[in-house]
């Protein structure tokens, strides 16, 4: 019986420490991570950015990181099939990098945002577009509970029913379904301290309370010439502390909301589309040979990056059909 027990606690671990490792791109797809801020800093950007590196290669994902707004030339951002912004602040891009920005975006591209990056470009009309609704304040941080309105969409899959801890809850101007949004994750407003927010008023931001959401078709008006279409966009406004990013949960949430984004197929990592990655990555190196003589019968459980789940399904269904037989044997 103690090795029944083993197994079934060796199933059980695996599941638990598994990592989704969505790869639906013939390629890797490019992302380019921009960080410049010229109003508020937060301390977190340098652990996002570690982060980041630690797990885009278990997302397919090539991450570019930059804080040079001259990288915002046609010539650079051909290559790129997404942008992400990271808690950018204020207007950190001139006129003439704000039209290539816009054609870029109008070309297929993909945008996803992380905390204040609704704060940044509010002079942009395709940024609001992308980004869905922007900054206007947020009441001082304290605990906070968050709750998926759906568990339908990668971004949300592996999030608890209620995930309370330390943030800085956003509040907008306006509300992002008007941009044509679709609210994902919302917060429980009765459990704030939020004297700035008068209870007689339409809550500008919407109701329920937005969080993080998705935009299909983000309302850019154009559609440059030889592009099959705009990209998808994503946003949430989680990621103030580094607490927050160094947590499992966050970065299954945000990488499942840009691999979904991505997974809207409009670039080049997709084969289809004028802009972004084409460049096939080198082969992988071949598996090292199993030492127990197995046979590898390729039972695991990989899904696209439109839904992200754990690679060890077969490994745990494997292991506990063995369990399960012992148990039989053994009565």
Known sequence: MFALGALFTAALASFALAKP???SAPVSPRVLVFTKT???????????????????????????????????SDANMTAYDGVLFVSTSETILNPDQQGVFTKWLQSGGVYSGVHLACGTQQNMTAYKAAVGA???????????????????????????????????????????REMGATVLVTVDKTKLYNPTENPDEPPKSGTPHPIAWYIEKPQYNYTVEGAPKHGRSFYTSLGHSNETWMTDTFMFHLLG????????????????????????????PPPTPKEDNSTDTGAGYIKSAA???????GLVAGTLALATALLLYDT
């Not at 839904?307 to 399904?313: E, L, N």
Request: hydrophobic residues 35%; glycine residues 6%.
């Open 21 to 23: 490792n969505p790869a």
């Open 38 to 72: 010229e109003g508020f800093r937060h301390d977190s950007i340098p652990v996002a950015i570690d982060q980041l590196r630690k797990y885009g290669p278990e997302y397919n994902l090539m991450f570019d990181f930059s804080e040079d707004a001259a990288i915002f």
């Open 134 to 176: 922007l900054f206007e304040y947020h009441p001082e941080q304290q605990n906070a509970t968050f709750s998926p309105l759906t568990k339908d969409h990668p971004a949300t899959a592996d999030m608890p029913d209620q995930w309370t801890y330390s943030e800085e809850v956003y509040f907008f101007q306006s509300d992002p």
């Open 257 to 284: 909301g840009v691999t979904w984004a991505l997974d809207g197929a409009s670039t080049r990592a997709y084969q289809v589309g004028i802009i972004g990655n084409n460049t096939t990555p080198p082969p992988p």
């Open 307 to 313: 839904s992200p789940s754990y690679m060890a399904g």
